[in-house]
């Protein structure tokens, strides 16, 4: 259940790669280094392309390439899950994931959820806090998943208020519905 996961070493002389795939809730570009998945950023147009593509130089001190269409790389397997995933095939992903975006308590709550919270189901903020060890920790957790580098690989989507409200989510809150009608947590829109 939930994803494979590398914790990241040292990010010096590191190459990430890459792209931006379609998918059902818009474009996503999806980044990995010799690790794993390292990040997937919602609504990837050009102007979030190019912003997320400078935060990853800054970060790993290199220049992030693109992916070569056709030629075998780190990024093959993590297209094929999420195209899967969004296809309805595929209900846990499987990959190695670069966790050097995120640290601290971060890290923990978000390797909580990959591998607590399943396809199809739900958490609370102050249930994610308690599994982790933080009771009354809520904001803290929603914190987390606003800084969440790998979203729906690591599904934050996941995670509601306790009184049934969506709660937030930084691909916008109609990404969240589609997502949790997608695994059958919410009704699919009638039309």
């Given at each position: 259940?939930?994803?494979?996961?590398?914790?990241?070493?040292?990010?010096?002389?590191?190459?990430?790669?890459?792209?931006?795939?379609?998918?059902?809730?818009?474009?996503?570009?999806?980044?990995?280094?010799?690790?794993?998945?390292?990040?997937?950023?919602?609504?990837?147009?050009?102007?979030?392309?190019?912003?997320?593509?400078?935060?990853?130089?800054?970060?790993?001190?290199?220049?992030p390439a693109p992916a070569v269409p056709g030629?075998?790389?780190?990024?093959?397997?993590?297209?094929?899950?999420?195209?899967?995933?969004?296809?309805?095939?595929?209900?846990?992903?499987?990959?190695?994931?670069?966790?050097?975006?995120?640290?601290?308590?971060?890290?923990?709550?978000?390797?909580?959820?990959?591998?607590?919270?399943?396809?199809?189901?739900?958490?609370?903020?102050?249930?994610?806090?308690?599994?982790?060890?933080?009771?009354?920790?809520?904001?803290?957790?929603?914190?987390?998943?606003?800084?969440?580098?790998?979203?729906?690989?690591?599904?934050?989507?996941?995670?509601?208020?306790?009184?049934?409200?969506?709660?937030?989510?930084?691909?916008?809150?109609?990404?969240?519905?589609?997502?949790?009608?997608?695994?059958?947590?919410?009704?699919?829109?009638?039309?």
């Amino acid at each position: 259940m939930g994803a494979r996961t590398v914790v990241g070493m040292d990010s010096s002389a590191q190459f990430v790669e890459w792209a931006v795939v379609g998918s059902d809730i818009g474009p996503l570009l999806l980044a990995a280094t010799g690790q794993g998945l390292v990040n997937v950023v919602f609504h990837a147009d050009e102007a979030v392309r190019d912003r997320a593509v400078r935060g990853l130089a800054a970060r790993f001190g290199t220049d992030p390439a693109p992916a070569v269409p056709g030629r075998a790389g780190p990024l093959g397997e993590p297209i094929r899950q999420l195209g899967a995933y969004f296809d309805g095939r595929l209900r846990d992903f499987t990959l190695p994931l670069d966790w050097s975006l995120a640290s601290g308590f971060n890290r923990q709550v978000l390797r909580e959820l990959a591998a607590g919270v399943p396809y199809g189901t739900v958490v609370g903020y102050g249930d994610l806090a308690d599994r982790v060890g933080r009771p009354g920790a809520a904001q803290a957790v929603g914190a987390a998943m606003g800084a969440n580098p790998l979203p729906v690989v690591v599904p934050c989507h996941r995670v509601v208020e306790s009184d049934g409200g969506l709660g937030g989510f930084g691909g916008g809150l109609e990404t969240k519905r589609q997502l949790l009608a997608l695994e059958g947590v919410l009704p699919q829109p009638l039309f």
